[in-house]
């Protein structure tokens, strides 16, 4: 009899341990990052300005997701990162401006950005946007 309980506790843990599985979001080791570019361009097309851009709102959320559960502004050199990240795929986004858009802007979407490490670094490279 003491043999079976043995067995059976074994089971529950390892049924535990395996089925503890935790899902993409925050609470891990590692991070995405990039750089906004922006272009401010006339509503004729004339390019007046283009650079890095500082204080661009930048979004993440679980991929598939309607709803962020984090957001940032870029640096004055452009760059963003979302630190605490576990494994998982991420949607990151900004908006850019957009005079033909009905809210006159136009989301600029990263879909599907892949996290397979624990401890990875994932560089989504440079959003482009019009300002």
């Not at 004729?44 to 940032?72: C, E, M, P």
Request: charged share 20%; glycine share 10%.
């Amino acid at each position: 009899m003491k043999f079976l309980k043995t067995i059976i506790i074994i089971l529950i843990a390892t049924t535990l341990f395996f089925s503890c599985k935790k899902q993409a979001g925050p609470g891990g080791l590692a991070s995405i990052k990039g750089r906004v570019y922006g272009t401010d361009v006339t509503s004729s097309g004339t390019v007046r300005d283009s650079g890095y851009l500082g204080n661009q709102h930048v979004f993440i959320s679980v991929a598939g997701d309607k709803y962020f559960f984090d957001d940032i502004k870029s640096s004055y050199d452009g760059s963003f990162e979302f630190k605490f990240l576990r494994k998982g795929s991420y949607d990151v986004w900004t908006y850019s401006n957009c005079d033909t858009c009905l809210w006159k802007q136009k989301l600029v979407l990263i879909p599907n950005v892949e996290i397979s490490g624990r401890k990875e670094t994932v560089d989504v490279g440079v959003v482009k946007i019009i300002f």
